[in-house]
């Protein structure tokens, strides 16, 4: 009976040896397939300027959206869902938070604001 008993604990602990060196290669070649965390983009301006410098464009490249235009005041907003482009003339414009107004709220506010009036 002891022996019995022997041999059970000898095939259980092989098996488990066995199970834990799967799990340990199991753990270790697929590290590399599991999702990794997104990292943080940099405080310097390199990918930036990489990007901006490789971008292709004959005519005019917006700075904040790396779109392709004809003219500066061209450019679009860079989140046109909740910004309003305003254009000050002279071939300038600007893009500003939307803020809960209603439609062209941003523009007359601007423009109260260039005549001293806000």
Known sequence: MKSLLDLFLLILSFALTASAQFQFFEQMFSHGQQ???????????????????NA????????????????????????????????????????????GWKAGEAARKIELARKGLL
């Open 56 to 99: 292709y464009c004959d005519k005019y490249l917006c700075p904040g959206t790396l779109s392709c235009v004809h003219f500066p005041h061209h450019c679009p907003c860079a989140f046109s869902e909740v910004e309003d482009k305003v254009e000050l003339g002279e071939g300038i414009a600007i893009c500003a938070s939307r803020g």
């Open 35 to 53: 999702q990794q965390q997104p990292q943080n983009t940099g405080s310097d301006s390199a990918w930036y300027r990489q990007t901006y410098d």
